[in-house]
């Protein structure tokens, strides 16, 4: 049974950094894409990291540069390194993990889901 499992989130400062984490069970990173998005209130969930089988990644505009996406195979640990945060960057944020190598931002994409972590950055 897949089950994923973000922590890492929490009230910090413009400018400050945070490093989310997502625990993954019941399946192989070798296998699956995983990507993290975030959803603000009122907003659309939004896609902004992926990392593919063997290690390729992309990132959002919105992030690039200030965020990176990275695993660890050895212990199934999926990690977002969020740096210069803003408080655009507020949002409840989620891993998520699809089968097979993937491109794509729309959350349509993706099977299995986490619960959240809530990122709240302030001015």
């Known amino acids: 049974q897949v089950q994923l499992v973000e922590s890492g989130g929490g009230s910090v400062q413009a400018g400050g950094s945070l490093r989310l984490s997502c625990a993954a069970s019941?399946?192989?990173?070798?296998?699956?894409?995983m990507a993290w998005f975030r959803q603000a209130p009122g907003k659309e969930r939004e896609g902004i990291a992926i990392?593919?089988?063997?290690?390729?990644?992309t990132h959002a505009d919105s992030v690039k540069g200030r965020f990176t996406i990275s695993k660890d195979n050895t212990d199934n640990t999926l990690f977002l390194q969020m740096n210069s945060l803003k408080p655009e960057d507020t949002a409840l944020y989620y891993c998520?993990?699809?089968?097979?190598?993937?491109?794509?931002?729309?959350?349509?994409?993706?099977?299995?889901w986490g619960q959240g972590t809530q990122v709240t950055v302030s001015s």
């Open positions: 990392i593919r089988p063997g290690g390729p990644t």
């Open positions: 998520a993990a699809v089968p097979w190598v993937s491109y794509s931002f729309s959350s349509n994409d993706y099977t299995y």
């Open positions: 019941g399946f192989s990173h070798s296998r699956y894409s």
